[in-house]
């Protein structure tokens, strides 16, 4: 194993991938880079490996890889020392108002599609234009790239290939030779009756999304061009949400690719990351998978995240943001601020400014519901006393009204306690990917391929089915997305 460090990073390099996780779950940082790189001889490409696509183990993870695991640390230079903390110290104080004001509704859905079936809703967003495009790059990759001139497929068969790796999602087999199974134990005769299992595997051999010829030179560049497509679908309506939120989501994946993020404490830790931007309900409107460290760190990873995804937003006093820690500092909302776009979010203590709030030690001596609050006019940042010390800060919300919650003590069976007003806020308006992430999770498509973007593109078409769901909740009747 070789260590070396440069500007904010450290880099480990190891043999195995399981010795790279027990190195990552070691380390401080909050954030740990996993980077498989290819062999030294270049015989065995990465993003070929050989694997079983019949064995459909979702906690697979392979024991070797062909070359070498790097493992990327941060230090705490990206991790966040907040800017403001070197320039000159502001003057804090309690106010009652902060220089955002009241914000507007924003409109409703449109009301065109009241009465439409699931399955014409699911077209708004998963389009012939998306059919078509998949169609076309398949055919062209069997013929000129696998030089198999006698295939051919049809914008009809991609639409049954498409809907048995939705249905794969409610019906979990252990194989996928199981899903054409005659056996009385395991009847799934809709596979059977929709496509043979030699036609649907042909045309998962031959599934491609870009053409190979005019590929730019980026880790994603086989899905930019659908996903792109996804994204303004998603945002065709605009952003009709009042309240948004803006976190990570993870994209499983087993296999071996540079973009794989190892993250802490998550129950699969070797997945894709992507940031997403989501209403409060977990309808999806932006997202970007990330690929790891830039070059260029000039501007902190948390401010180009918040700023790429809220590109969409065309008016900002119609919306609140809500994030987390990873994101929120003094000067991310100062800025925010100066856009006029309103946010409220957790924060680490490095991150605060300088505010002078009193400890999170003395803080969590007092009663439970006790805060402090300080602002510098355009930002407010408080610490309540929960079951611990909570800091939270905001450009909009202030401490009032304050309201009362109940809680429950040692030896009092609950007991009511104050909280400040932007808690209660962020607490209605945080999570909406959260919602996102367990409605795609429900009913996951789990077909395996060997190529490394299957699953990208397998959790976008889910996500389709996610936006679909919220958009026919919003135009019409309720129902549970199992029965959409």
């Known amino acids: 194993m070789g260590q070396s460090s440069q500007s904010g990073r450290r880099l480990s390099r190891f043999k195995y991938l399981e010795t790279a996780k027990d190195a990552g779950e ?15 001889d270049g015989d065995r490409p990465i993003e070929s490996y050989e694997e079983d696509d019949d064995v459909l183990d979702k906690d697979l993870i392979p024991k070797e890889v062909s070359g070498e695991v790097e493992v990327h640390e941060e230090v705490e230079e990206e991790d966040a020392a907040d800017v403001t903390d070197n320039q000159e110290t502001q003057r804090w104080r309690r106010v009652e108002r902060l220089s955002l004001q009241s914000h507007k509704v924003p409109s409703k859905t449109d009301e065109n599609h009241c009465g439409k079936e699931p399955y014409e809703i699911f077209k708004v967003f998963f389009g012939r234009e998306i059919i078509h495009h998949i169609t076309e790059q398949i055919n062209l990759y069997a013929v000129r790239d696998k030089n198999d001139s006698k295939f051919c497929v049809t914008e009809g068969e991609i639409r049954k290939f498409l809907v048995l790796l939705l249905i794969s999602g409610h019906h979990s087999l252990p194989s996928e030779n199981y899903y054409w199974s005659t056996s009385e134990d395991m009847p799934e005769p809709l596979f059977g009756k929709t496509m043979s299992r030699d036609r649907f595997r042909i045309i998962k051999r031959y599934l491609h999304l870009a053409d190979n010829a005019y590929l730019a030179a980026l880790k994603m560049a086989k899905v930019l061009l659908l996903l792109e497509m ?29 973009a794989k993020q190892f993250i802490r404490n998550k129950p699969v830790r070797f997945w894709y990351k992507m940031w997403m931007l989501c209403g409060v309900d977990g309808y999806p409107y932006n997202f970007s998978i990330y690929c790891g460290k830039e070059s260029d760190r000039k501007t902190p990873l948390e401010s180009r995240v918040v700023n790429e995804m809220l590109q969409p937003i065309e008016s900002a006093d119609h919306h609140v943001v809500f994030f987390d820690n990873f994101f929120t500092s ?17 924060v680490r203590e490095n991150r605060t400014g300088k505010c002078p709030l009193p400890s999170k030690k003395n803080v969590e001596k007092q009663e439970g519901g006790y805060f402090d609050d300080k602002s510098d006019g355009t930002v ?67 077909l ?37």
């Not at 880079?33 to 030294?40: A, E, I």
């Not at 303004?232 to 009709?240: I, L, P, T, W």
């Not at 026919?472 to 309720?478: C, E, Y």
Request: net charge positive; proline share 4%.
């Open 230 to 258: 996804f994204r303004r679908n998603y945002q065709q309506f605009g952003v009709c949400h009042e309240f948004l939120s803006i976190d990570e989501s993870m994209i499983p994946y087993h296999g071996h690719h540079s």
């Open 330 to 346: 003094h000067s991310l909302l100062t800025e925010l601020a100066e856009k006029g776009i309103r946010a409220c979010g957790t």
């Open 26 to 40: 070691r380390s401080k940082s909050h954030e740990v880079d996993v980077v498989l790189l290819p062999p030294t």
């Open 448 to 484: 395996r391929s060997k190529k490394w973007w299957c699953n990208i593109f397998s959790n976008i078409l889910n996500m389709a089915v996610v936006a679909a769901y919220r958009f026919h909740q919003h135009t019409n009747a309720s129902m549970a997305i199992s029965h959409f």
């Open 380 to 446: 407010l940042f408080a610490r309540w006393n929960d079951n611990s010390a909570e800091t939270i800060a905001s450009n909009y919300y202030g401490v009032n009204p304050i309201q009362t919650v109940e809680r429950r003590v040692k030896n009092v069976s609950k007991k009511s306690v104050s909280q400040p007003h932007l808690i209660k806020m962020y607490n209605k308006g945080m999570g909406g990917i959260d919602v996102c992430d367990r409605m795609l999770a429900s009913y996951r498509p789990w």
